[in-house]
């Protein structure tokens, strides 16, 4: 008679302690993580696009008007202002993707994660999730170089 086949509950492989990620739950994570960065810096982008067009439209708009009040430089200086910020938190946004897909340059991961924060709820989302993964010990050993020790 054949042998009976192993339980359906039992360990398959190589078993982790509970708490500890396994390198594919930190690859997937990160791979979550990259995306959702680039589509943080996509926003930003747009937003920062829609923020200049503002300016140029509020400053040729201002210009024609008959109120001596008017400063349609203070308003686009202000529009200005705004998209040149947005445009650093996109190019962070972007870089902290392509350290997260290189696993290089942790700390700048952790940068950009932080700096999310200003994009509004979803960015304070993005930031709590980040922070959860990239602090813990396996995903830091992950972005070490080969042969260096991590202390966590």
Request: glycine content about 10%; aromatic content about 8%; some cysteine.
């Amino acid at each position: 008679m054949a042998a009976t086949p192993p339980p359906l509950n039992g360990p398959r492989g190589p078993v982790t302690p509970p708490g500890v990620w396994s390198p594919i739950q930190i690859n997937s994570h990160l791979h979550t993580l990259k995306i959702l960065f680039y589509v943080a810096g996509g926003i930003q982008l747009a937003i920062s696009v829609v923020l200049l067009l503002a300016a140029i439209g509020g400053y040729t708009g201002e210009m024609k008007s008959s109120n001596p009040a008017a400063q349609p430089v203070l308003l686009a200086a202000v529009f200005v202002t705004a998209a040149v910020f947005y445009g650093a938190l996109f190019a962070l946004s972007f870089s902290t993707a392509r350290n997260l897909t290189l696993r290089y340059g942790h700390r700048l991961c952790l940068a950009g994660a932080g700096a999310a924060c200003c994009i509004g709820a979803l960015g304070i989302a993005l930031c709590v999730y980040a922070l959860i993964v990239l602090l813990k010990p396996e995903v830091k050993t992950a972005f070490a170089p080969p042969g260096s020790t991590v202390v966590a």
